[in-house]
């Protein structure tokens, strides 16, 4: 195969092997510049702070500032209005009747029946009544007005769930198989999903202090020791994870950031070969962005006698 080709993964799991095709893939520059609109308003934020915490005790309007509705995110909201009402509101110069989506994090969707019952009283209390399924498996609430989107989200972590990091520019909802019961392997694994959505989840205070303690707390920790991983302005896009039990592909291991597709030998789980680049998504306008099957299964990583262990795949 030629220096400039590289394999990229076909869609086809069988018993931890991927089978490979060549091909060659274009050539994009990698992004430059100064830091978008986007990026100083994550800086300025106090890690993800902004004036979220005020804004929502506002009595003058249903909405907030539009930086914080660009922080919001990060905390599993975004503000929307209704469009049904949005011309006869219009016309009597009133503001548009907003109202917010509230994602909630579940790995691997996997909830109790106790949880999903409660999200379902929450999606009549608070919302509009619509308890909705996402393809990345999390639940949605929609039509929650901003007087209530406080305690919406203080009910949902009562039930030992959270909208943390259910949408921004970080790592999102972690899928795996939503049934570990299926196997021992399956449980193990989704006990994996679970280690990696906690270990990626941002560390800013910033969620407790305006969702669930009700006060402000000054952070005098520097940017490493507050956000480890992340920094203060957290990743440039969404990023997506995904674990899959051979040889079922359930959830389109493929379409991920990173794929990790389980290596089981003698009933056991050993570790991952692990598939990098995947993504639907893509930059209206932009041609250097598409979507794309991961490249290639670039290493694999093992665990032996509580020892890790990673080599090329």
Known sequence: MAKDQISTIHNTISEGALETVP?????????????????????????LRGTI?????????????????????FHGSYMQDD?????????????????????????????????YLVLDQLACR???????????????????????LRKTVREVNDTLMTTRAACGDVNRNVMCNPNPYQSDIHMEVYGWARALSNHLSPRTPAYHEIWIDDQKVVDSLQGSLVEPIYGPVYLPRKFKIGIAVPPSNDIDI????LGFIAIVENGKLQGFNVAVGGGMGMTHGDKTTYPQLSRRCILTFARSEGKEHTGSG
């Not at 469009?83 to 016309?91: A, L, M, P, S, T």
């Not at 493929?254 to 950031?257: A, K, L, N, R, Y």
């Open 23 to 47: 091909v060659i893939p274009p050539k994009v520059a990698p992004p430059g510049g100064p830091p978008n609109e986007v990026e100083h308003i994550k800086r300025g934020s106090e890690y």
């Open 53 to 73: 915490y005020d804004s929502l005790r506002d009595p003058i309007t249903g909405s907030i500032p539009e930086d914080d509705n660009r922080l919001l995110k």
């Open 126 to 148: 608070h919302g509009n009544g619509t308890l909705r399924l996402t393809t990345r498996q999390s639940f949605q609430l929609h039509g929650i007005l901003k007087w209530n």
């Open 254 to 257: 493929f379409s991920q950031d």
């Open 83 to 115: 469009r049904d009402q949005r011309n006869e509101r219009e016309k009597k110069k009133l503001e548009p009747a907003y109202q917010f989506m509230l994602r909630v994090l579940a790995p691997g969707g996997v909830a109790s029946p106790e949880q």
